[in-house]
């Protein structure tokens, strides 16, 4: 079993809806990591959240971090084409950012419907 | 800029036959990272390095080497392709920042590979 477990693994939604997608850590989280990715693409960095409780938002993308449940949720508002791809989650394993060491989830496939 | 560049951007391999990817930034960074991407396993991390001279192992780093001799580069060795190396590899990096490194991972557009 990964670290990094998302969930869903894919979601399909109609244009306008909101959507949820978690990411749960089996061991302590350092700083969290949001991810997204085009297909065929590298990977483009989102937010990072290290406190818990943080909640950051960028644009109709939200992220919160609960540190006690070693959980991370990503919340798209109002969904749009655009916001299709796969979203990655990401996490320190030294505190600090002192290490290269950054472990990623299996990651959520996001389609959305026009 | 050029950012973070990988060569080649696709590769075919018989078994057994060795290369090595390429990685450069231009950037200066210190941190740069080789991950290795499969369907339903994510990312997974196959080296690191934290600056110049200096690597590590990640998740999965066998049948792969590394070096880091200069700080633009870190090529990722494949000594004995296999068909379980198939996979898309992607090339990362990031900068130090009081002590830290940055938040940010700049990613290269990936590496397909294909071992047959």
């Known amino acids: 079993s990964q670290e990094l477990e998302q969930s869903p693994q894919s979601l399909i939604v109609q244009e306008g809806k909101n959507l949820t997608i978690n990411c749960t850590s089996s061991k302590t989280l350092y700083g969290l990591y949001w991810y997204k990715q085009k297909y065929g693409e590298g990977l483009i960095f989102l937010m990072m959240l290290q406190k818990g409780g943080e909640e950051k938002s960028h644009e109709k993308i939200t992220a919160k971090l609960d540190e006690k449940k070693q959980q991370s949720s990503l919340h798209i508002t109002a969904s749009q084409p655009s916001h299709a791809g796969i979203y990655l989650c990401g996490a320190d394993r030294k505190e600090g950012n002192q290490g290269g060491k950054l472990i990623f989830g299996q990651g959520t496939e996001l389609s959305v419907k026009p | 800029n050029a950012g973070v560049t990988q060569t080649p951007k696709f590769q075919v391999l018989k078994t057994g036959q060795s290369m090595t990817l390429q990685c450069a930034q231009d950037?200066?960074?210190?941190?740069m990272s080789w991950y290795r991407q499969d369907p339903g396993m994510g990312l997974r991390l196959i080296h690191y390095s934290v600056g110049a001279g200096i690597t590590d192992q990640g998740e999965v780093p066998n049948g792969y080497n590394v070096s880091r001799s200069t700080t633009e580069d870190f090529p990722l060795r494949l000594l004995s392709a296999a068909p379980s190396q198939t996979s898309v590899y992607f090339c990362?990096?990031?900068?130090?920042?009081?002590?830290?490194?940055?938040?940010?991972?700049?990613f290269g557009p990936g590496t397909r590979l294909t071992v047959l």
């Open positions: 990362a990096s990031s900068y130090r920042f009081l002590g830290r490194r940055s938040d940010t991972q700049y």
């Open positions: 950037m200066n960074h210190e941190y």
